[in-house]
């Protein structure tokens, strides 16, 4: 009898260590997943990303200062885009939030959450990349639903990371960290 508690007892333990394991297997499964989209969610763009769309952009004074501030900071679009507003304009957090994040939860609010013309305009520009009319109506209507003082060079670099991540990604991106 003692033999048959002591089996009984090493299949709950057994049971209760496969739980466990299991338990610890899915938090560090989801804790890679979560790092992973971070790191995708980065806002850097790769050299080839920064040549291909500068040859594809309209050129003026602003975009051209965009992308050569967004070259001088390795690719890094959040730090490049802070730095050129804070040139511009002094101010580059908003309570404790950076103007980077703000502008984007503003943005998602504008056109993730409705049939917006915007959010159409962009998935063209993925078809049509070198369809300069399209880029500049998306500028525009950027800056337009942004409601924060942004020039064509900002707006620029808000575009370009979504061009980067997508229009999907994006909206879901900004939804979840709202």
Not at 79 to 95: H, M, R, S
Request: charged share 25%.
């Amino acid at each position: 009898m003692p033999t048959l508690l002591l089996m009984k007892s090493e299949v709950r333990s057994s049971s209760l260590r496969s739980g466990a394991i299991a338990q610890k297997s899915k938090v560090i499964f989801e804790t890679f997943i979560s790092n992973k989209l971070r790191l995708i969610m980065t806002p850097k763009l790769s050299l080839s990303d920064i040549e291909y769309w500068q040859e594809q952009w309209p050129k003026n004074e602003a975009t051209e200062a965009a992308f050569e501030m967004i070259m001088t900071e390795d690719g890094d679009v959040e730090t490049a885009f802070n730095e050129l507003f804070k040139e511009k304009n002094g101010t580059i957090q908003y309570g404790n939030q950076s103007l980077w994040k703000v502008t984007l939860n503003v943005l998602s609010k504008e056109i993730c959450n409705k049939n917006d013309s915007l959010k159409s305009e962009i998935q063209t520009l993925w078809k049509n990349p070198k369809e300069t009319a399209i880029i500049t109506g998306i500028i525009v209507s950027v800056i337009e639903k942004c409601q924060l003082p942004l020039d064509t060079g900002l707006a620029t670099m808000i575009v370009l990371w979504i061009l980067k991540v997508g229009i999907d990604i994006f909206c879901n991106y900004t939804e979840n960290d709202q």
